[in-house]
């Protein structure tokens, strides 16, 4: 199968496919997966993120819904575009292709690991990448302007499932993003603001381009 039309920022062989998953596909996933988007293009100045792909699922996700009408808000206070999402259940075929999933919660992780695909070393929860990523020495990675991003991606994964078991988090709660469905907007938008805290270290980490001020 195919992947859906317009649901990544990338097209070409050379690419590195970034899966956010969350149980609805309507909140914290479709979140993180505009914030990536964004991110990436403001970091790399282009639209098509170098070759990183960026897209989104989940467990029990709403097929076709669109974006709950807060997540969109949160998006347009970062400046991201929320237009054109569209939400989808989490297949088999997203795990395959993916190089690297980012879960909103340790059941997430657990699931996506559950469904085999030899999933176990490219899945962590985000805040747990995080942490791991904030512990890489950004000079053993590849350089993006030699190398590529997309190797220099792939070689962020690879270093943080090596620390995965040296690296425990402070407590089960500190790898969660809690859900915001059916709350108001102060806590989207307070879920939006750990989302994106818990991603700039990531991009930093995968494009070697520090945020601009």
Known sequence: MTAPEGRGIGGTENTFR????????????????????????????????GGLIVE?????GH??????????????????????FVGRELLDEHVIR???????????RAQVISMGHSAGLRTFTL????????AIDPATLPDPLTDGVVERARA???????????????????DEVNDPYGAPITFFRSIGDEIQQALDPVV?????????R
């Open 18 to 49: 970034i899966l956010h998953v969350s149980t609805g596909n309507v909140c914290r996933s479709p979140i993180t997966e505009r914030l990536t988007r964004h991110a990436l293009s403001d970091r790399l100045g282009d639209p098509l993120g």
């Open 56 to 60: 989104s699922a989940g467990t029990w």
């Open 63 to 84: 097929e076709g819904a669109p974006m709950e009408a807060n997540a969109e808000l949160v998006l347009a206070d970062f400046g991201a575009d929320p237009s054109g």
């Open 98 to 108: 993916a190089d690297l999933v980012l879960t909103a919660t340790r059941d997430h």
């Open 127 to 134: 805040k747990e990448f995080t942490r791991l990523v904030r």
């Open 156 to 174: 962020l994964v690879r270093a943080a499932a090596a620390l995965r078991g040296w690296l425990l988090a402070p407590s089960a709660e500190a």
């Open 204 to 212: 930093t980490a995968m494009t070697g381009v520090p945020t601009r």
